[in-house]
């Protein structure tokens, strides 16, 4: 399903993935960066998606809609 980024919000320092905070982008098993950001997205689903993002997908995915 398509999603649309709509906003990010970046965080003042990266926080390192544990239990509960996970890259939303890329999952445990395969991101093991920082996260940096608080990202909320929008799909055919739902109009708020609220995603944290490591650094790569950051720099990699964003496409932000207006
Ligand atoms: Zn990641």
Same mark, same amino acid.
């Given at each position: 399903m398509k999603s649309k980024v709509r906003k990010i919000e970046?965080?003042?320092a990266p926080v390192?993935?544990?239990d509960d905070t996970l890259c939303s982008a890329h999952g445990?098993? #395969?991101c093991s960066r920082d996260?940096?950001?608080t990202v909320?997205? #929008?799909d055919a689903g739902s109009d708020h998606i609220k995603w944290t993002v490591c650094q790569h997908w950051l720099d990699h995915e964003p496409a932000v809609g207006e």
């Open positions: 970046r965080w003042d390192p993935q544990r445990k098993a #395969s996260l940096v950001a909320i997205l #929008s």
